[in-house]
């Protein structure tokens, strides 16, 4: 059998980002034999720009990265009732690159926010924005993690035992998902 491969995207660059250690978590819990961390930091999408010099190779790489994956797991905040800019970036580039690199992909979906809801309207809008690729979207259980500076210790693993045991439904399921054994 072959090595399973997970990709993480966090939906947020700050360094302390919950969302980076929610999806590090998600890591743990998912124990791919390979896993890699998605770099978000791309341009800003601009038709200009893609006509003059293409696809930017930080993009391809993306994309490159989600097609190779045997399942993706992405958790984002709640910005202004909604994704993250960076976030929804990231998919209008990947939506330029050659093929559907999203088509039938598992893709499991999580937010950490900072206030009680733990980012439903991100996990909605997100749904949203992703369903002209086609992916293999986990509905549930929802990960929506609230007031995130009381759920995770120093280490920045997740402390919450209820988020903890949707999150552990939720990379089985995604294993399930990508043909994985459990």
């Not at 293409?54 to 992405?74: H, K, Y």
């Not at 909605?124 to 549930?140: D, E, S």
């Not at 929802?142 to 009381?150: D, H, I, K, R």
């Not at 919450?160 to 990508?178: G, Q």
Request: with cysteine.
């Amino acid at each position: 059998m072959s090595e399973s491969f997970l990709l993480g995207i966090s939906g947020s660059l700050r360094a302390g980002s919950f969302n980076t250690k929610l999806v590090h978590e998600a890591k743990r819990q998912f124990n791919p034999d390979r896993f890699e961390f998605a770099n978000l930091r791309l341009p800003l999408y601009d038709g200009d720009l893609e006509e003059a010099e293409g696809i930017p190779p930080e993009v391809q790489t993306l994309a490159d990265q989600i097609a190779a994956a045997d399942a993706v797991v992405i958790s984002g905040p709640e910005y202004n009732k909604s994704v993250s800019g960076v976030l929804k970036n990231a998919l209008d580039w990947v939506s330029r690159t050659e093929g559907n690199p999203w088509a039938s992909k598992p893709v499991a979906i999580m937010s950490a926010t900072g206030g009680r809801a733990g980012g439903e309207r991100t996990q909605f809008a997100l749904r949203h924005c992703m369903t002209p690729f086609r992916p293999h979207l986990l509905y549930g259980p929802e990960v929506l993690v609230g007031q995130t500076s009381q759920q995770f210790d120093e280490d920045g693993n997740l402390t919450n035992e209820i988020n903890m045991k949707a999150l552990k439904s939720l990379m089985t399921d995604l294993r399930k998902a990508a043909g994985l054994p459990v």
